[in-house]
């Protein structure tokens, strides 16, 4: 069974630090890495996807994978408090449905 | 712009109930899927649609159903609610496997 494994938190950081966000995921056959945020009560919003292995930069957004250690991290440089919100990995297979399975998410607090 | 929209944002429902909720996408994707959302579980996908007269199951589509006679709607119909069935319902389209999730607002639903 295909599993994606985030610690659910809540990430605690100090404003302007650095934020990162870890996610595994158990089928070696994974093929696309996406991270969606989620203020609260609001929908997922997707932010960074990535494929290949090593690092991807969107502004203060760094996704990075390794699909050796069948890991992928999200990096927020210079948190701010409007980056408090919970954070979705999510994870497809190639071949297949590209149906992706969703992290429970990581509870991020950026506070001031 | 294009949009994903979902109605009724809010809708409080009798057990044993049909219930139908609405999800309308102008992206002009052949992809859409509905999720509910419940604390503890994360996003679990319920049904989804590859395009017109296609429906799939998804790991929680006990007690749902689904049609798509065009492109831009798939409506999500508990045949009789079960107060199990409340949660956070999402829908989503997507151009494809790689491209990640547009997602809707949301449906929060309470069944008493």
């Known amino acids: 069974q295909k599993e994606v494994e985030q610690n659910s938190g809540p990430l605690s950081v100090p404003e302007g630090a650095i934020a990162s966000l870890n996610c595994t995921y158990s089928?070696?056959?994974?093929?696309?890495f996406f991270w969606y945020r989620q203020y609260s009560g609001k929908s997922p919003e997707l932010i960074m996807f990535?494929?290949?292995?090593g690092d991807k930069e969107d502004g203060r957004f760094t996704a990075q994978l390794n699909k050796a250690s069948q890991y992928v991290s999200l990096l927020i440089r210079d948190s701010q408090p409007s980056d408090s919100a919970t954070y979705l990995c999510a994870v497809t297979l190639s071949g297949g449905s590209y149906i992706p399975t969703f992290g429970r998410g990581t509870s991020l607090i950026v506070h001031p | 712009d294009a949009e994903i929209t979902q109605s009724p944002r809010h809708k409080i429902t009798e057990t044993g109930r049909q219930v139908t909720l609405a999800c309308h996408q102008t992206w002009n994707h052949n992809n859409m899927f509905w999720y509910r959302q419940d604390l503890g579980h994360g996003l679990r996908l319920i049904h989804y649609?590859?395009?017109?007269?296609?429906?799939n199951k998804g790991e929680v589509s006990d007690g749902y159903s689904v049609s798509r006679s065009n492109t831009e709607d798939l409506p999500l119909t508990l045949e009789s609610a079960a107060s199990s069935q409340t949660s956070v319902y999402f829908c989503a389209s997507s151009e494809g496997g790689s491209y990640g999730y547009t997602f809707g607002s949301g449906t929060r639903l309470t069944v008493v």
């Open positions: 649609s590859y395009g017109v007269q296609d429906t």
């Open positions: 089928d070696r056959g994974s093929q696309s």
């Open positions: 990535i494929y290949s292995n």
